[in-house]
């Protein structure tokens, strides 16, 4: 459930007006709903508990400081995957000891950075990065909290882009090796190895792979444990699915999700971490787009908008799909006609969506995407030189432009001109 709704017939973000928001802000922009982002963040609370346990927010996902302010105030971690992303959640106000270091390469200044401000655990993914990390913490004189990512060979059945925990991946250190890593790890000085970690994929529709991973987890834990080691914190990722087509059918719920957590790894007495992104900022945004032009070809019809796959990549990366609804409701029974909704971008793959069922639109209509609150804003690029798309949050009857569009001289002036010519 969101709260991006029609009322008397215009689409809001919880009680604004879009075209309010588009007359002030221009078009495109991603807007964001604050009740929406604390309903999912609740939701999977209370799928937690009564567990001890910290829910970190993949910023990845979205990384805008004001959504970072809205679920730390909701008592949120952050998982943050570079130095850039530590200093951001930093700036949002996070303190460290909520801050989880994700990411399979980290450098030692990175590293650094974040052992000097302050880190709640490095998840470490490989034997030369936990090399690295005992010498830079051991060079700082200080211990660095550790839990290291295991792939646990198991197949996520997601899209092969955003699978991560098969032994192919490049991700973590194979389950198979822990016990051996673990060892190697525990006598390396600066470090305190107090977990595991397992992060899968991205966009899981089945809860399967996670119950397959987990069982797995349960069992390295408790032979670590015999091993000697002082297995006390379990990161188990992110990666819970979301609905992208009202008409599909709905990902499994938070709250089973949580049943699988409690049935695997409830029982170890270990502090459970997660870390999801797409779950809690996916369906808390849109991105809103004017329509340009409609241009009627031989055989079809293009919704030309301007937004395009520089703001919204995942169609054209992943052939994703997003929903897309026309701001203005359409009359009940208006006819529906297939439209290939498309961005100004000089590239063919610059396409939204092919044939997609819409109301009758013309220039300069609003349209919406739905579930582009995750990877939307954060994957936006200024290619062919479009300003990156500003970002709005709401909540309730008010809304704030959270990242003003850069202006034409702005983008310019980020560019030199080389002293010889
Ligand atoms: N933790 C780790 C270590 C990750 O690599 C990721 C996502 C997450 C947590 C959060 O996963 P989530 O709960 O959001 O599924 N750009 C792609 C998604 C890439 C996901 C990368 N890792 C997309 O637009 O679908």
């Known amino acids: 459930m969101d709260h991006f709704l029609y009322q008397d017939g215009i689409l809001h973000a919880e009680d604004v007006a879009l ?31 009564p567990l001890p346990h910290l829910i970190c927010f993949a910023m990845k996902s979205n990384g805008n400081l004001s959504v970072l302010r809205t679920l730390a105030g909701l008592g949120a971690g952050i998982d943050v995957v570079s130095a850039g992303e530590y200093l951001k959640a930093r700036a949002a106000g996070v303190d460290g000891a909520r801050i989880v ?27 030369p990065e936990l090399q690295a990390l005992s010498e830079t913490a051991t060079s700082l004189g200080v211990t660095a909290p550790v839990a290291i990512r295991v792939n646990p060979d198991v197949d996520a ?38 977990g595991i970690d397992v992060h899968i994929g991205s966009q899981l529709t089945d809860l399967a792979p996670f119950e397959e991973a987990y069982r797995k987890l349960a069992g390295l834990t408790r032979a670590l444990r015999q091993d000697g080691h002082d297995i006390r914190r379990l990161d188990l990722g992110g990666g819970l699915g979301i609905p992208y087509e009202r008409s599909n059918a709905v990902p499994p719920l938070p709250l089973d999700y949580g049943a699988v957590i409690k049935r695997t790894v409830g029982d170890l007495g270990c502090e459970i971490e997660i870390e999801p992104g797409r779950l ?24 030309i908008l301007d937004a395009a796959m ?47 069922a819409l109301p009758q ?7 919406a995407f739905r579930s582009a609150g995750a990877y939307g804003a954060v994957m936006a690029s200024e290619y062919n030189m479009r300003p990156l798309v500003p970002e709005v949050l709401v909540r309730a009857d008010q809304f ?10 702005q983008m310019i002036n980020r560019d030199s001109i080389a002293p010889w010519l």
């Open 400 to 409: 704030a432009v959270i990242r003003a569009r850069p202006s034409y001289d």
């Open 101 to 127: 270091f994700s990411g399979v390469g980290k450098t030692r200044e990175e590293m650094r950075i974040a052992l000097e401000g302050g880190i709640r655990q490095f998840n470490v993914e490989s034997e």
């Open 157 to 194: 059945r997601t899209h092969e882009k955003i699978a991560t925990g098969k032994k192919e991946n490049k991700f973590g250190i194979p389950i198979s090796r822990a016990r051996e890593v673990y060892a190697v790890a525990a006598r390396l000085p600066g470090l305190d190895i107090l």
């Open 19 to 49: 075209p309010e928001i588009a007359a002030e802000v221009g078009t495109p922009f991603y807007v964001y709903s604050t009740a929406t982002l604390a309903r999912h963040y609740r939701l999977l609370e209370e799928a937690l508990s």
């Open 310 to 356: 520089n703001d919204l990549v995942r169609p054209s990366m992943y052939g994703a799909h997003h929903d897309i609804l026309p701001v203005v409701e359409a009359a009940p029974g208006a006819e529906l006609r297939p439209y290939d909704v498309v961005g100004p971008v000089c590239e063919t793959g610059d396409t939204f969506a092919r044939q997609r």
């Open 361 to 367: 639109l013309a220039a300069g209509d609003l349209v």
């Open 280 to 303: 809690i900022s996916g369906n808390a945004g849109l991105l809103v787009a004017s329509v340009i032009y409609v241009k009627s070809g031989e055989e079809r019809d293009f919704l």
